[in-house]
C-alpha cells in the first residue's frame, strides 16, 4: 500500500507549493546515468520533469542519451495519479510501491530508452524536515541508499542494471524567485555497509559548501551527520571535476571522501532551478562506490559566477 510520503502531501497556500520523487540509477560500464524526476506543482494543476539519461558523449539536452523532459503538463489532483499502489504520473512514468520506504518497482517505455527497475532500501530513510538554511526550498525532503536491480534499454541495446544509489522525494514551497540558491548535493553508496551523502549549502567562493544534513553508513551502522564541509574543483566548463569531503557523523566517525567526475549534464530542471550533475567515482575509508556530485544554482547566481569565472 501507499505509505503516507509515497502520497501527494496538504498543501500550502502558495503557488509555489512542490513535490518531487527522483530516483537515479547507473550502468557504469557504459557510463550511462538514468534520471526519473516527475513534479508537481498541485496548486497551479502543472507537473513537469520525466526521465533523462546521458553518457559520455553531450553535456546538454539537445546531445545527451534521452530527454523527455516536461514544463507544463496539465495535472487534475493527486487522486489522478494514484492507481491502487502504484503512483503513474502524466510523464509516463509507473512508480510501485512495493513497500513503503523500502521497495519501489519504476517503469517507463519510449521508443529510444525503457526500464524495469526495482530499488531495495539498503539503509533508513534520512529527513529533513524544515526549511533548507535562507533558500526557502524545502518543508520536506527524504534521502535513502538502496539497490537497483533490472533492466534498462537505450535504443536497440539492452543494459543489465545492477547498482547502488539513493532516491528522494521532496516536497514544500520552491519558488523561483530564490536568487541566492546555491546547494551541493554529494553522495556514494558501495553496499548496505558502506555509504555516505551530504546536502551542502555553498559560500562564496562558489566551491566550497557547509553541510546543512547528511548521512554516514559505516559497518551497516547508520547516524545522521554532525557536521561537515565539501570543496569542488571545476572543469573548463564549470562542471563539477572532483570533490574532497570531510564530515563527521553523531557518532563521532570521521568522513573523508575523495570523489572524480566522469561524466556530466547541465540541465534547468525548473525555471528557477540550474543543475550540474556528474556520476563520480569516489573513495571513502576502504570503499569505492559510484555516486554523484551535483551542483545546483538559481540561474541568475550561476550567470554572475560563470562570468566572473570567464565562461559564457
Same mark, same amino acid.
Given at each position: 500500500?501507499?505509505?503516507? @510520503? ?46 533523462? %539519461?546521458? @553518457?559520455?558523449?553531450?553535456? $546538454? ?21 494514484? $492507481? ?9 512514468? =509507473?512508480?510501485?510501491? /512495493? %513497500? ?15 526500464? @524495469?527497475?526495482?530499488? $531495495? ?7 529533513? *524536515?524544515?526549511?533548507?538554511?535562507? %533558500? ?11 539497490? !537497483? ?35 551541493? !548535493? ?31 553508513? =559505516? ?17 573548463? @566548463? ?18 573523508? %571522501? $575523495? ?8 540541465? /534547468? ?5 540550474? *543543475? ?25 547566481? !550561476? ?10
Amino acid at each position: 500500500m501507499l505509505g503516507e @510520503d509515497e502520497r501527494l502531501h496538504p498543501v500550502g497556500a502558495g503557488d509555489d507549493w512542490f513535490e518531487s520523487w527522483w530516483f537515479a540509477f547507473y550502468v557504469p560500464e557504459r557510463l550511462l546515468t538514468v534520471y526519473v524526476y516527475p513534479w508537481f506543482r498541485p496548486n497551479l494543476g502543472l507537473c513537469g520533469g520525466g526521465v533523462i %539519461a546521458w @553518457d559520455e558523449r553531450g553535456i $546538454e539536452s539537445r546531445a545527451i542519451v534521452h530527454h523527455d523532459y516536461a514544463w507544463s503538463l496539465r495535472f487534475g489532483g493527486a487522486d489522478t495519479i494514484v $492507481e491502487g499502489d502504484a503512483i503513474v504520473t502524466p510523464q509516463g512514468i =509507473r512508480i510501485d510501491c /512495493l %513497500a513503503p520506504a523500502e521497495r519501489y518497482r519504476l517503469r517507463y517505455e519510449r521508443p529510444g530508452l525503457a526500464f @524495469d527497475v526495482e530499488f $531495495e532500501a539498503s539503509g533508513g530513510a534520512s529527513r529533513i *524536515n524544515t526549511l533548507v538554511a535562507e %533558500a526557502d526550498i524545502f518543508k520536506g525532503h527524504i534521502d535513502q541508499p538502496g539497490r !537497483y536491480r533490472g533492466w534498462v534499454r537505450v535504443g536497440d541495446d539492452r543494459h543489465v542494471v545492477d547498482c547502488h544509489c539513493v532516491r528522494d522525494r521532496s516536497w514544500g514551497p520552491r519558488g523561483d524567485d530564490a536568487t541566492g540558491m546555491h546547494i551541493g !548535493y554529494y553522495h556514494a553508496t558501495a553496499s548496505d555497509k558502506d555509504a555516505f551523502l551530504i546536502f551542502t549549502h555553498a559560500g562564496e567562493d562558489g566551491d566550497s559548501s557547509t553541510m546543512i544534513s547528511g548521512y554516514l553508513i =559505516r559497518d551497516g551502522i547508520q547516524a545522521q551527520l554532525a557536521e561537515g564541509r565539501a570543496r569542488i574543483t571545476r572543469g573548463s @566548463d564549470l562542471s563539477p571535476a572532483t570533490c574532497v569531503i570531510d564530515a563527521t557523523d553523531r557518532e563521532g566517525r570521521v568522513l573523508h %571522501a $575523495e570523489g572524480r567526475g566522469l561524466t556530466s549534464v547541465a540541465l /534547468l530542471v525548473q525555471p528557477g532551478m540550474f *543543475n550540474w550533475s556528474s556520476l563520480a567515482e569516489w573513495r571513502f575509508g576502504e570503499a569505492f562506490a559510484y555516486g554523484e556530485l551535483q551542483d545546483t544554482w538559481h540561474p541568475d547566481a !550561476y550567470r554572475v559566477f560563470a562570468r566572473a569565472r570567464g565562461v559564457r
